[in-house]
C-alpha cells in the first residue's frame, strides 16, 4: 500500500524526515535553517516557493518529482547511494545545489517542462561522473556557467560566458550519441571531421545574449592528441561549421575548448542548438571515420564492404542482417584494426543471402564495450538471374553443393542407384535460400540422381 503525506498548509522551521510520499496541495515553506529529508516522491500540486531552508535528497530507492506546480528550492542536496531522481516537474534551485552522490534524470523530449532551473544567482558544488544531470538544466541570469551535463554515468559540461541580461536564460544537455544519426555529417569549411560519439543541445531560450560556447572532452570522447586543431564545432540546419578555437584547457586525457580564433582569443557565437568537438586536420581521432558501408547483390551471394578513415580503440565489426530492418541477427564477425590513422578496407559474403528484401548494418565495438552503428543497406533478392542449377564439385568424396533459385530448391530428392529416395538420410551441413550443401562422405561409391523442380542431374560419389 502506498502511504502518502499531504501538506495543505505548512512552514517548517526544523528538521523533518519524509520516507512516504509527500504530496502538496496547500502552501508549504522551508524557513531558517528548515531541512527536510526526502526518501520517497515529491508531488507539488500548491505553493512551494520562498524556501529559506535546504531539502535533501537521500535513500537507495528511486524517487520522482512531479506535479503541476514547479518546486522551487533554495538549498538542494542529492545524496543518493543508488537508483536516481526521476524529475517530471521543473525544480527551481535559487541558492546552492550539492551533488554529493546520484543522479538527477529528465526526458529530454519534454524539455519545455521537466528540467533543472537555476535562476539568476544560483550555484552548484560536486558535480562528478556519478552525481550531475542526465537531463535539461536552464540557466537563467548575467553569470558565466558551466552546465553540469552527463550521460551514461559521464559528467560532460558545456559552458557559457556571462549573457547580457538577467533575464536572459540559455538550456542545454548532453547525449552520448552520434550526432550523424540525428543530423548528419555534411562538413562545413575549414573542417576534417566532426566526433561521432557525442553532442549537446545549447538553445538560447530567453533574450538576445551572444555568449562564448565552451565544450569538454574525456575519455569517453574517441580521442584527443593535437589539442590546437580541436574546434567548437555547430550544426546550422545544412552542415557543421566551425565556432573556432578561441583556447585550450587541461589536456588531451580532458579538457576544454571554447570558441573563438587562434586557440588563445575566445570569441561569442550568436547561433545556437547542437555542438560538437571537430577538428580542422585528421589529427584528433574523434570518430571510427567509417568512408562508406555498401551491401549489394554478387550473382548468388551478397558482398558487403565498408572502409574506415581513421580508427581508435576499435576491437572489431558485427555484420548484422535484417528481413525486416528491425529484428537483426550476426552474420560475421571482423577484427578491427585497433588503432591506425590510414584507410582500410574490409569486406565479407553472404554466401545464404535471405530471399527477398534484406536489410544490412554494421556494428563497431571498442575494447571497452563502446559501441556504433552504421547506416542500414537494403539489397533485394528474388532468386538467381536464371534457373539453372549448379552442382559442385562434380565428382566429389565428401561433401556437394547445389545452387539455384528457391524454388529449383524447395523440394529437391536424392536417388539412389537402385532408384530409391535417400534425400531424408543425407546429412545437410548449410541450407540457405539458394544454396544446399551436402555431406555424401557416408554414402559408398557410385552414381546418385539429384531431382530438383525443372531439372535433374547425375552426382558422382568416389571413395
Not at 19 to 30: S, T
Not at 210 to 218: C, I, K, N, R
Not at 416 to 437: A, H, P, W, Y
Not at 442 to 450: E, I, K, S
Request: hydrophobic share 35%; proline share 3%; with cysteine.
Amino acid at each position: 500500500m502506498k502511504t502518502s503525506i499531504k501538506i495543505m498548509l505548512a512552514s517548517l522551521f526544523f528538521t523533518t524526515h519524509s520516507i512516504a510520499q509527500m504530496q502538496n496541495n496547500g502552501n508549504f515553506r522551508l524557513h531558517n535553517d528548515a531541512t527536510i529529508r526526502l526518501l520517497g516522491n515529491f508531488t507539488n500540486n500548491g505553493s512551494f516557493n520562498n524556501n529559506l531552508g535546504t531539502v535533501h535528497l537521500v535513500g537507495t530507492n528511486a524517487q520522482t518529482f512531479d506535479g503541476n506546480n514547479p518546486i522551487q528550492v533554495l538549498n538542494f542536496e542529492i545524496n543518493k547511494s543508488s537508483n536516481v531522481l526521476q524529475l517530471d516537474n521543473e525544480l527551481q534551485v535559487f541558492g546552492n545545489l550539492v551533488f554529493s552522490n546520484g543522479i538527477i534524470l529528465s526526458d529530454t523530449m519534454d524539455m519545455a517542462t521537466e528540467f533543472v532551473h537555476f535562476v539568476d544567482g544560483s550555484s552548484y558544488t560536486n558535480a562528478s561522473d556519478v552525481s550531475h544531470i542526465d537531463g535539461v538544466i536552464r540557466k537563467t541570469g548575467n553569470d558565466a556557467f558551466v552546465f553540469p551535463t552527463g550521460d551514461n554515468n559521464y559528467l560532460r559540461t558545456i559552458g557559457i560566458s556571462a549573457p547580457s541580461n538577467t533575464t536572459d536564460h540559455f538550456t542545454a544537455y548532453y547525449t552520448e550519441t552520434n550526432p550523424n544519426w540525428d543530423y548528419n555529417n555534411t562538413i562545413g569549411n575549414g573542417l576534417d571531421h566532426i566526433s561521432s560519439c557525442e553532442y549537446w543541445i545549447l538553445n538560447r531560450t530567453g533574450g538576445s545574449s551572444a555568449v562564448e560556447v565552451t565544450l569538454s572532452w574525456a575519455s569517453n570522447s574517441c580521442g584527443v592528441d593535437t589539442l590546437c586543431d580541436l574546434r567548437v564545432a555547430h550544426w546550422g540546419g545544412t552542415m557543421w561549421t566551425s565556432e573556432g578555437n578561441g583556447g585550450i584547457s587541461g589536456s588531451e586525457i580532458a579538457g576544454t575548448v571554447v570558441s573563438g580564433s587562434n586557440c588563445n582569443t575566445p570569441a561569442a557565437v550568436a547561433n545556437f542548438s547542437p555542438f560538437t568537438l571537430a577538428s580542422t586536420s585528421d589529427y584528433n581521432i574523434l570518430p571510427i571515420e567509417l568512408v562508406f558501408f555498401e551491401a549489394q547483390r554478387c550473382d548468388d551471394e551478397v558482398c558487403v564492404a565498408w572502409e574506415t578513415q581513421t580508427e581508435i580503440n576499435n576491437d572489431y565489426f558485427t555484420v548484422e542482417r535484417s528481413s525486416d530492418a528491425i529484428s537483426f541477427e550476426e552474420i560475421a564477425r571482423v577484427s578491427g584494426a585497433g588503432n591506425s590513422s590510414f584507410p582500410i578496407t574490409y569486406g565479407i559474403i553472404d554466401d545464404n543471402p535471405l530471399e527477398g528484401i534484406s536489410y544490412y548494418r554494421l556494428r563497431q565495438t571498442d575494447f571497452d564495450g563502446k559501441e556504433s552503428l552504421s547506416d542500414i543497406r537494403a539489397v533485394e533478392f528474388n532468386g538467381l538471374n536464371n534457373e539453372e542449377v549448379l552442382v559442385f564439385p562434380n565428382p566429389t568424396s565428401d561433401f556437394i553443393t547445389i545452387k539455384g533459385n528457391a524454388q529449383e530448391l524447395e523440394n529437391y530428392k536424392i536417388f539412389s542407384m537402385l532408384g530409391l529416395d535417400i534425400t531424408n538420410i543425407i546429412k545437410v551441413v548449410n541450407q540457405g535460400s539458394f544454396r544446399v550443401e551436402l555431406d555424401f562422405s557416408a554414402l559408398p561409391a557410385g552414381v546418385y540422381t539429384l531431382i530438383t523442380e525443372t531439372s535433374s542431374h547425375k552426382i558422382h560419389k568416389q571413395d
